[in-house]
């Protein structure tokens, strides 16, 4: 099947999970930090203060992530999905009402709940159960959706901020959400896979079977790539959450930083779909230690770039290593664990991510406030980054080694 006949054959499906990964933009760390210097300065905050308010409030989503991730083994897309996105409106409508400091952790909790985690978390799910063979260009046209909203958000913000209060700016985007539930709700008048079929059709893990959560917990492959799966989140989330503050100590004004977003953008999504194809010819196992490597590379020129060229190859180089988070993971949960329970798994797999989504902000931050700048940090992140990928190597080798002696002491039938 050629990528167009797929495309048209599955746009439906496929639209669901762009839809639901754009829409967790709202909820994303790339367009909350927008509002950073708004933020900081209607509650009186410090780097510090603010970063640890949002590592509090995205914690707390990381914990309830842990077990509201199993609804997408439950529900249908067609339930899950429409209440999701009016928890998300919600959220938006309390950032444009909140005026009480104590409560900024609070909407940062909800928002990131459902945008950076569930709305993300549905549509991933989504994809992976809806699509085995495909399944890799499947979850990169999907994250597709997420790219966009990368790409244009930041700059449609910073143009309305000129003109228009940052309160009205969330406004607006509860709005959107609103107003595009029922366009999901028509595309999901009949879902791919039905969820009482799931168990039937969903393909098995590792030893040919579906792994339960448990199961994965006590095999020493989660233990050894719990730090790769943190690196992205952590770092990444870092680098946007500070983008205010990077401009400011390099000298670039707001607007030059988010203006080098589509270059980000159009490298990601021929990453994305690069990855996609080689998922479906090779598997995640062989791609799953490599991706982060450019993302390494990036940190270490992020150390000492002061120009906007460097900073559009610091970019660049971020965004080959999106292409493979985007992709590689999620393939990642299907072909080791199966998909019988996939919800759960990746539900954990999540959590830490938005766990880790809220280390980096929080450690960022203090270090700032603590004489050291963003920049200053970027080699010691791109040494833990490196390590983290020594690990997962190791332990991806050593699984694949165990599953291959498994299976030769198989008696032939």
Not at 92 to 101: E, F
Not at 138 to 160: H, K, Y
Not at 330 to 342: K, M, R, S
């Amino acid at each position: 099947m050629t990528s167009l006949t797929f495309l048209h054959q599955n746009a439906r499906w496929l639209s669901v999970g762009g839809m639901m990964m754009f829409l967790s933009s709202f909820g994303q760390t790339f367009f909350i930090s927008i509002f950073a210097g708004e933020i900081r300065s209607e509650f009186g905050l410090s780097h510090g203060g603010w970063g640890s308010l949002y590592a509090i409030g995205t914690l707390a989503s990381a914990v309830v992530m842990v077990w509201a991730g199993m609804l997408s083994d439950r529900l249908r897309v067609r339930v899950l999905g429409p209440c999701v996105l009016i928890g998300l409106a919600l959220a938006c409508l309390l950032m444009a009402g909140n005026h009480a400091v104590w409560a900024v952790p609070v909407v940062i909790f909800l928002l990131r709940f459902f945008g950076q985690g569930m709305a993300s978390h549905v549509a991933q799910v989504a994809m992976a159960r809806w699509f085995a063979r495909a399944r890799g260009k499947a979850l990169a046209v999907a994250t597709m959706g997420f790219s966009v909203g990368e790409a244009l958000l930041p700059m449609i913000v910073v143009a309305a901020l000129g003109w228009m209060h940052w309160r009205g700016v969330w406004v607006a985007g509860a709005l959107v959400l609103l107003l595009l539930i029922p366009v999901l709700m028509w595309l999901l008048k009949e879902e791919r896979t039905p969820q009482s079929l799931a168990t039937q059709e969903s393909s098995t893990g590792m030893g040919g079977r579906h792994w339960r959560r448990t199961d994965m917990l006590r095999h020493p492959l989660f233990w050894m790539l719990l730090p790769y799966l943190m690196m992205p989140p952590c770092f990444g989330t870092a680098f946007y959450f500070q983008q205010v503050h990077m401009a400011e100590v390099r000298g670039w004004t707001h607007a030059e930083f988010v203006a080098l977003v589509p270059l980000y953008t159009v490298t990601g999504l021929v990453a994305m779909m690069s990855y996609g194809w080689a998922i479906d010819r090779f598997g995640s196992l062989r791609l799953l230690p490599l991706f982060q490597l450019p993302f390494a590379l990036g940190f270490w020129v992020l150390s000492s770039v002061d120009s906007a060229q460097g900073l559009a190859l610091v970019f660049v180089l971020f965004a080959l290593m999106t292409g493979g988070a985007a992709t590689v993971f999620g393939a990642f949960w299907a072909e080791f664990y199966g998909t019988g329970h996939l919800g759960a798994i990746k539900s954990l797999g999540s959590a830490v991510m938005v766990l880790a989504s809220a280390l980096g902000p929080g450690i960022s931050g203090t270090l700032i406030d603590a004489g050291y700048d963003f920049p200053s940090q970027a080699p010691a992140i791109a040494l833990a980054i490196l390590c983290a990928s020594a690990l997962a190597g190791f332990g991806v080798w050593r699984t694949q080694k165990q599953e291959s002696s498994r299976s030769e002491e198989q008696p032939l039938s």
